[in-house]
C-alpha cells in the first residue's frame, strides 16, 4: 500500500511558476514509476508528465513540454513537477499517481495503468 500526498498547489498569475509535490509513504518508492494528471472542470483527467522509476525516462504531454519538469527524489520518497511560464489553460486540480513497475525503465501515460492516487492539490492561474 503506498499512500500519496500533494502539496504545492496554489493562486499564481500567467507567466510566474509553481513546484508541486508529491511524498509517498512506504519503503519501496524505487519500485513505482510515477505520473503526474490534471483535471479542469468539466473535463477528463489527462497526463501532464511522467517518469520511470530510475527517473532515467521521461514523459510530458505537448502542452507542458518546455514549461514544465518532472524529476524524483527515491531518497526522499518525493516526486516533485516544476511548473514554469504558467497560462490560464493550466489551472487544473494536479495529481500524483504510482504505478508498481517490474522493468525499471518504463513510463506510464494512461491513468488506468496507475496503482495509487494522491488526493490532488488545487492550481489556479489567472490571466
Known amino acids: 500500500q503506498v499512500q500519496l500526498v500533494e502539496s504545492g498547489g496554489g493562486l499564481v498569475q500567467a507567466g510566474g511558476s509553481l513546484r508541486l509535490s508529491c511524498a509517498a509513504s512506504?519503503?519501496?518508492?524505487?519500485?513505482?514509476?510515477m505520473g503526474w494528471f490534471r483535471q479542469a472542470p468539466g473535463k477528463e483527467r489527462d497526463v501532464v508528465a511522467a517518469i520511470a522509476r530510475s527517473g532515467s525516462r521521461t514523459y510530458y504531454v505537448d502542452s507542458v513540454k518546455g514549461r514544465f519538469t518532472i524529476s524524483r527524489d527515491n531518497a526522499k520518497n518525493t516526486v516533485y513537477l516544476q511548473m514554469n511560464s504558467l497560462k490560464p489553460e493550466d489551472t487544473a486540480v494536479y495529481y500524483c499517481a504510482a504505478k508498481l513497475d517490474y522493468t525499471g525503465g518504463i513510463y506510464y501515460t494512461r491513468d488506468t495503468s496507475y496503482d495509487y492516487w494522491g488526493r490532488g492539490t488545487q492550481v489556479t492561474v489567472s490571466s
Open positions: 512506504g519503503r519501496t518508492f524505487s519500485s513505482y514509476a
